[in-house]
Nanobody, 117 residues
Framework: QVQLVESGGGLVQAGGSLRLSCAAS????????MNWFRQAPGKEREFVAT????????RYADSVKGRFTISRDNAKNTVYLQMNSLKPEDTAVYYC??????????WGQGTQVTVSS
């Protein structure tokens, strides 16, 4: 059974940085694209970033482009989200998910990111 466990969230001031990690167990991690989503209070879950199986292709939501970087280490079965120049509007629960657009089969439990102004 596949499990995804996020970590690295916390409270940070605007302009600061955080690095989120999502550790996968079960399944063959390197076969799958991985993704980050977020959900702010009262809002729908939204796409943040995706990375293909090899790490060679990435894509970002316009709202985070140039500030966030998704990466992966297939030897460690882990995907990362480096978040720089954080803004209060980045406050949300961040989730990782396995799969490709429209076909996400496993989700983590989420990690809270709070950015204070």
């Amino acid at each position: 059974q596949v499990q995804l466990v996020e970590s690295g969230g916390g409270l940070v001031q605007a302009g600061g940085s955080l690095r989120l990690s999502c550790a996968a167990s079960g399944g063959t991690f390197s076969n799958y694209g991985m993704n980050w989503f977020r959900q702010a209070p009262g809002k729908e879950r939204e796409f943040v970033a995706t990375i293909n199986w090899s790490g060679g292709t990435t894509r970002y939501a316009d709202s985070v482009k140039g500030r966030f970087t998704i990466s992966r280490d297939n030897a460690k079965n882990t995907v990362y989200l480096q978040m720089n120049s954080l803004k209060p509007e980045d406050t949300a629960v961040y989730y990782c998910a396995r799969g490709v657009t429209g076909a996400y089969d496993y989700w983590g439990q989420g990690t809270q990111v709070t950015v204070s102004s």
